[in-house]
């Protein structure tokens, strides 16, 4: 298993980034994904899922300002962010994940990707 993550960068705020994560290794379309963030405190915080029946959840915290796709004829994740915030700021893994019965609250990460880094900053 391969996740390769890009498309992280410097931001100002209010802007935009589109995240990617290339996988390969695997039956991607079988597979549920997520996108995962680590802050400058260190906590791993769950952003966004998409799992292979095509359902979505999102954290509190980016619902309304960041999407989440997956195209699998191209074996690839997205995560669109906009109206970013200097909270955002944090590296940003994506993941294949095993889901829990509560969206967000209980899934679990198995293969990750090393990252992208993502700097909303003026």
């Known amino acids: 298993v391969q996740l390769v993550e890009s498309g992280g960068g410097l931001v100002q705020p209010g802007g935009s980034l589109r995240l990617s994560c290339a996988a390969s290794g695997f039956t991607f379309s079988t597979k549920d994904m997520g996108w995962a963030r680590q802050g400058p405190h260190n906590k791993l915080q769950w952003v966004s899922a998409?799992?292979?029946?095509?359902?979505?959840y999102y954290a509190d915290s980016v619902k309304g300002r960041f999407t989440i796709s997956r195209d699998n004829a191209k074996n690839t994740m997205y995560l669109q962010m906009n109206s970013l915030k200097a909270e955002d700021t944090a590296t940003y893994f994506c993941a294949t994940v095993l889901p829990g019965d509560n969206g967000l609250e209980d899934i679990y990460g198995d293969d990750w990707g090393q990252g992208t880094q993502v700097t909303v900053s003026s």
């Open positions: 998409i799992y292979s029946d095509g359902t979505t």
